[in-house]
Nanobody, 114 residues
Framework: QVQLVESGGGLVQAGGSLRLSCAAS????????MGWYRQAPGKQRDMVAT???????NYADSVKGRFTISRGNAKNMVYLEMNGLKPEDSAVYYC????????WGQGTQVTVSS
């Protein structure tokens, strides 16, 4: 079955940077659409960035110009480079893989202090 393992979260000061990684397995052949979502306490889970099999990217307006999603040389790796972090970026970040329906990782906490 599909497994997604996120890493790279942590505590950072406002203006700082973090890089999240997601390792996917069990999705078979092909290059699925993958992405990052985030969920803050008491809020819904929102899209942060997605990347298609052709490396087309899409970003939430709130992170455009600050975050960059990319794939590794291995098709099973997706990264989220986060720069200029703000306290409102604090959330649990989830890796998503689209295979029929969205599959989710366990999430990694990002906390940005002011």
């Amino acid at each position: 079955q599909v497994q997604l393992v996120e890493s790279g979260g942590g505590l950072v000061q406002a203006g700082g940077s973090l890089r999240l990684s997601c390792a996917a397995s069990g999705f078979g052949v092909g290059i699925p659409t993958m992405g990052w979502y985030r969920q803050a306490p008491g809020k819904q889970r929102d899209m942060v960035a997605t990347i298609t099999s052709r490396s087309e990217t899409n970003y939430a307006d709130s992170v455009k110009g600050r975050f960059t999603i990319s794939r590794g040389n291995a098709k099973n790796m997706v990264y989220l480079e986060m720069n200029g972090l703000k306290p409102e970026d604090s959330a649990v970040y989830y890796c998503m893989l689209q295979l029929g329906y969205p599959r989710w990782g366990q999430g990694t906490q990002v906390t940005v202090s002011s």
